[in-house]
């Protein structure tokens, strides 16, 4: 069968990246998964402008083929949603039942949004800019419809890598993640890089809407009592791919494969458990690392004892931010990125030779062969025939 996105919710779309399908650093498009609040908006890029308003000295509306003019950057970035893993939760939380892919790594294409800024000419009083999309709707706990809108402080939308992304992975969005264009803020939790966006409105004041003030908050415990804090920039996490919870594996070396990323950092190092936390292994980070991005890691286990085992891994950031054990309750059904265990069983049988059941395992297999024997002297013996050449 062929690899899908895994659907929570069929309207709107809410759909999973399928995680075993994941082989290398980038997700593909069509199995990226897809956060939607409200139906598709189709947008006429003919006739599609995005407005530029608020505090600024020059109101401006852009048209796309203006905005494909401008001088384009490049980023390359995990972006997860803040509701990744929800399903995992005990007690239940209220929201779209997240298992563990609402994640994606991707390439991100498109215009500083700093360069629109600075051609409006941004007002001295400014402190955040507003983003809406074209998309709008019912919330079931609100009266009135409303649009996709949300706000980043000024800072956060000046910096250089925040972009009005046209194209993702080398090609022109699609429809699900926000064509014509989107805001991209990297490092950030999905929700701040707002789909399909028509209007930016540069505020003096912070903005207090639905999406920015009733959902996507969590709780912050201070001197003074509890607090509302915003969801912002991701935090450290790691995922298990491969071998899948349930799944029975043979005695031998067995190949854990995953990911991990740590929002606006690169990843320093991934732990694997396999005895329930007790102990603790350094996983092999794979290929490249760099801050936005996700890392692969694979860690191979060798395994002597049939059994059944409890899974864990735990990823640090650069700056030294580790994950924790437990999901932090002050964060409600937001920022779950706790090591979460993965129980496998181990059959008394031995892997064989001409077993492949994990691919993975194989070509590892192969290419520590293939390494080992390009080592080995020839053990041929060239015999040289006096004067007759060969
Ligand atoms: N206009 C609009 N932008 C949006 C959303 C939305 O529903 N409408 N969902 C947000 C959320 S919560 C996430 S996690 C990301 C998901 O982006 P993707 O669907 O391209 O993966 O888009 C964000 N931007
Ligand atoms: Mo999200």
């Given at each position: 069968?062929?690899?899908?996105?895994?659907?929570?919710?069929?309207?709107?779309?809410?759909?999973?990246?399928?995680?075993?399908?994941?082989?290398?650093?980038?997700?593909?498009?069509?199995?990226?998964?897809?956060?939607?609040?409200?139906?598709?908006?189709?947008?006429?890029?003919?006739?599609?402008?995005?407005?530029?308003?608020?505090?600024?000295?020059?109101?401006?509306?852009?048209?796309?083929?203006?905005?494909?003019?401008?001088?384009?950057?490049?980023?390359?970035?995990?972006?997860e949603c803040a509701g990744n893993g929800r399903s995992f939760l005990t007690p239940h939380v209220h929201g779209?039942q997240w298992g563990a892919?609402a994640?994606?790594?991707?390439?991100?294409?498109?215009?500083?949004?700093?360069?629109?800024?600075?051609?409006?000419?941004?007002?001295?009083?400014?402190?955040?800019?507003?983003?809406?999309?074209?998309?709008?709707?019912?919330?079931?706990?609100?009266?009135?419809?409303?649009?996709?809108?949300?706000?980043?402080?000024?800072?956060?939308?000046?910096?250089?890598?925040?972009?009005?992304?046209?194209?993702?992975?080398?090609?022109?969005?699609?429809?699900?993640?926000?064509?014509?264009?989107?805001?991209?803020?990297?490092?950030?939790y999905?929700?701040?890089?707002?789909?399909?966006?028509?209007?930016?409105?540069?505020?003096?004041?912070?903005?207090?809407?639905?999406?920015?003030?009733?959902?996507?908050t969590k709780q912050r415990r201070?001197?003074?009592?509890?607090?509302?804090?915003?969801v912002?920039?991701m935090v450290v996490k790691s995922e298990?791919?491969?071998?899948?919870?349930?799944?029975?594996?043979?005695?031998?070396?067995?190949?854990?494969?995953?990911?991990?990323?740590?929002?606006?950092?690169?990843?320093?190092?991934?732990?694997?458990?396999?005895?329930?936390g007790?102990?603790?292994?350094?996983?092999?980070?794979?290929?490249?690392?760099?801050?936005?991005?996700?890392?692969?890691?694979?860690?191979?286990?060798?395994?002597?004892?049939?059994?059944?085992?409890?899974?864990l891994t735990r990823a640090?950031?650069?700056?030294?931010q580790v994950q924790p054990a437990e999901h932090d309750l002050l964060n409600g059904g937001y920022e779950i990125h706790f090591s979460r265990p993965t129980?496998?069983?181990?059959?008394?049988?031995?892997?064989?030779?001409?077993?492949?059941?994990?691919?993975?395992?194989?070509?590892?297999?192969?290419?520590?062969?293939?390494?080992?024997?390009?080592?080995?002297?020839?053990?041929?013996?060239?015999?040289?025939?006096?004067?007759?050449?060969?």
């Amino acid at each position: 069968m062929a690899e899908q996105r895994k659907i929570v919710t069929a309207t709107p779309e809410n759909s999973e990246t399928p995680l075993q399908a994941v082989r290398s650093w980038v997700t593909p498009t069509r199995l990226f998964y897809v956060r939607n609040h409200f139906a598709v908006p189709a947008l006429d890029p003919a006739t599609w402008t995005l407005t530029v308003e608020g505090r600024v000295a020059r109101r401006q509306s852009w048209g796309l083929d203006d905005l494909l003019a401008l001088p384009e950057r490049t980023v390359f970035a995990t972006v997860e949603c803040a509701g990744n893993g929800r399903s995992f939760l005990t007690p239940h939380v209220h929201g779209v039942q997240w298992g563990a892919g609402a994640v994606g790594h991707a390439e991100w294409t498109g215009v500083p949004l700093r360069l629109l800024l600075e051609r409006a000419s941004v007002g001295a009083d400014a402190v955040e800019v507003l983003f809406e999309g074209a998309d709008a709707g019912h919330e079931g706990d609100q009266p009135e419809p409303m649009a996709f809108a949300r706000s980043l402080p000024l800072a956060k939308a000046l910096d250089p890598d925040t972009l009005l992304a046209v194209r993702m992975n080398g090609e022109r969005l699609d429809a699900n993640h926000g064509f014509p264009l989107r805001l991209f803020v990297p490092g950030w939790y999905g929700v701040a890089s707002v789909k399909w966006l028509q209007r930016i409105d540069v505020l003096a004041h912070p903005f207090h809407g639905y999406f920015q003030t009733q959902k996507y908050t969590k709780q912050r415990r201070t001197p003074r009592g509890d607090e509302t804090v915003l969801v912002g920039p991701m935090v450290v996490k790691s995922e298990l791919v491969r071998p899948r919870a349930g799944e029975t594996l043979k005695l031998g070396t067995n190949r854990l494969f995953g990911v991990a990323w740590a929002g606006q950092d690169a990843v320093a190092r991934v732990e694997v458990s396999t005895d329930a936390g007790r102990t603790w292994n350094d996983a092999e980070l794979l290929g490249l690392r760099a801050p936005y991005s996700w890392s692969l890691w694979e860690y191979l286990w060798e395994v002597s004892e049939p059994g059944t085992y409890s899974l864990l891994t735990r990823a640090t950031s650069v700056s030294g931010q580790v994950q924790p054990a437990e999901h932090d309750l002050l964060n409600g059904g937001y920022e779950i990125h706790f090591s979460r265990p993965t129980e496998v069983s181990v059959a008394g049988t031995l892997r064989g030779w001409d077993d492949r059941g994990d691919v993975d395992t194989f070509l590892y297999d192969m290419n520590a062969y293939a390494e080992e024997n390009s080592r080995l002297p020839l053990d041929v013996t060239l015999e040289f025939a006096g004067g007759e050449g060969i």
